[in-house]
């Protein structure tokens, strides 16, 4: 965890710097577990957006814990230390009683055919039942997460309404987008 938190920092920040004009004072929002979430946090904190921030991630409850402006709800669950997550089948659970204006969602991999998936299967659930339990989904990806595939699925391409990039996707990708009418934001 620590080390994704150092990799690609710049790029994160400007997909959550872009992430933050989404949302509005009041909003229900879902955050799961990845960095570029915790940079969404982040940026929440810096410019004192009073909203609802539904999380699986310790380091996100922790970002916003001295946020009076912030409602934090953590779901529980089983904690999984090496990504500071909870999750697992009471973690689900607790999720199927929240619903969210916006989830912002990342994976491990996006792929044309197979779409996000993950890379542990638990947080896959997770990512899956914040996306299925919220009004608009995002998924907030940085390049290298594109034509890459793991194990376990999250979503298909058609089941997200807007994919927030640092950098142009080749034409396959905004075919395949266009197709499936999600849109594309590439952060600058």
């Known amino acids: 965890m620590e080390l994704r938190r150092r990799f690609l920092v710049e790029e994160k920040k400007r997909i959550a710097k872009y992430c933050s004009h989404l949302i509005a004072d009041r909003d229900n929002i879902m955050l799961d577990c990845s960095t570029t979430s915790l ?11 009073s909203v609802t921030v539904i999380t699986n991630s310790l380091d996100i409850m922790n970002e916003l814990m001295s946020c009076d402006f912030v409602r934090t709800t953590g779901i529980g669950g089983t904690l999984r230390k090496t990504t500071g997550s909870f ?5 689900l659970e607790a999720l199927g009683g929240y619903y969210a204006d916006k989830a912002f969602i990342s994976c491990s991999a996006l792929h044309l055919s197979f779409g996000a998936t993950d ?3 638990s947080e896959a659930h997770i990512r899956a039942r914040m996306l299925a339990n919220s009004q608009n989904k995002f998924f ?5 997460k594109f034509d890459a595939v793991s194990a376990n699925h999250i979503v298909a391409l058609d089941g997200l309404d807007c994919i927030i990039t640092d950098a142009p996707v080749s034409k396959p990708w ?3 987008l266009d197709k499936h009418s999600t849109r594309l934001i590439v952060a600058d």
């Open 39 to 49: 940079f969404i946090a982040r940026e929440i904190k810096s410019t004192r957006k």
């Open 87 to 91: 999750c697992g089948h009471a973690a």
């Open 119 to 121: 890379n542990h299967e």
């Open 140 to 144: 907030v990806v940085d390049n290298t």
């Open 174 to 176: 905004q075919r395949a």
